[in-house]
T-cell receptor, first 111, second 115 residues
Framework: KNQVEQSPQSLIILEGKNCTLQ??????????LRWYKQDTGRGPVSLTI?????NTKSNGRYTATLDADTKQSSLHITASQLSDSASYIC??????????FGTGTQLKVEL | GAGVSQSPSNKVTEKGKDVELRCDPI?????LYWYRQSLGQGLEFLIY????????KSGLPSDRFSAERTGGSVSTLTIQRTQQEDSAVYLC?????????????FGPGTRLTVT
């Protein structure tokens, strides 16, 4: 069964600090891996998309890594801001148009 | 429009009633997806429309759920004889290869509460 597991489930950090969110997946076949940010009451917004051949991709203060051999990905957030408080969802694309979603890491950035 | 829009934003209905949820995708996007997000769960794929092709309905949880897309644009998701377990946020997304092969743009969702 295709699965995407994320850790930690929730995280609280102080503004300005860095953090790293983890994603492990068992999805076959593998096509791409995406990280989304979902603010409360809003739809998910794409941060990064990586295909099999890419092992890192950045979007501003967000940097995603992908190790297709170990089937792991991470999302690193640098110099966190209050507006980074949200749910971060790891999503793996398999064959065709099917996506498998993780349950997300709930990040809270505090003063 | 500038993004994917959905209506209503919130819907409260009594068990057993039918509901219709609407999605307006980004203009020109040929692909449209419906997902369900239950509390504490990851997004669950429901149905996928691509151009004039037959929709992929493999994610619909029961025959009470149906969706259509008229004129290749607006889509409605219909839930008949709603049950309490149907309570969730229903998200719509659209995409186009011109916008990036894998990019999906999500709407704000419709929060459905079945009492």
């Amino acid at each position: 069964k295709n699965q995407v597991e994320q850790s930690p489930q929730s995280l609280i950090i102080l503004e300005g600090k860095n953090c790293t969110l983890q994603c492990n997946y068992t999805v076959s076949p593998f096509s791409n891996l995406r990280w989304y940010k979902q603010d409360t009451g809003r739809g998910p917004v794409s941060l990064t998309i990586m295909t099999f051949s890419e092992n890192t991709k950045s979007n501003g203060r967000y940097t995603a890594t992908l190790d297709a051999d170990t089937k792991q990905s991470s999302l690193h957030i640098t110099a966190s801001q209050l507006s980074d408080s949200a749910s971060y969802i790891c999503v793996v694309g398999g064959g065709g148009n099917k996506l498998t979603f993780g349950t997300g890491t709930q990040l809270k950035v505090e003063l | 429009g500038a993004g994917v829009s959905q209506s209503p934003s919130n819907k409260v209905t009594e068990k057993g009633k039918d509901v219709e949820l609407r999605c307006d995708p980004i203009s020109g996007h040929t692909a449209l997806y419906w997902y369900r997000q239950s509390l504490g769960q990851g997004l669950e794929f429901l149905i996928y429309f691509q151009g004039n092709s037959a929709p992929d309905k493999s994610g619909l949880p029961s025959d009470r759920f149906s969706a259509e897309r008229t004129g290749g644009s607006v889509s409605t998701l219909t839930i008949q004889r709603t049950q309490q377990e149907d309570s969730a946020v229903y998200l719509c997304a659209s995409s186009s290869r011109l916008a990036g092969a894998y990019e999906q743009y999500f709407g704000p969702g419709t929060r459905l509460t079945v009492t």
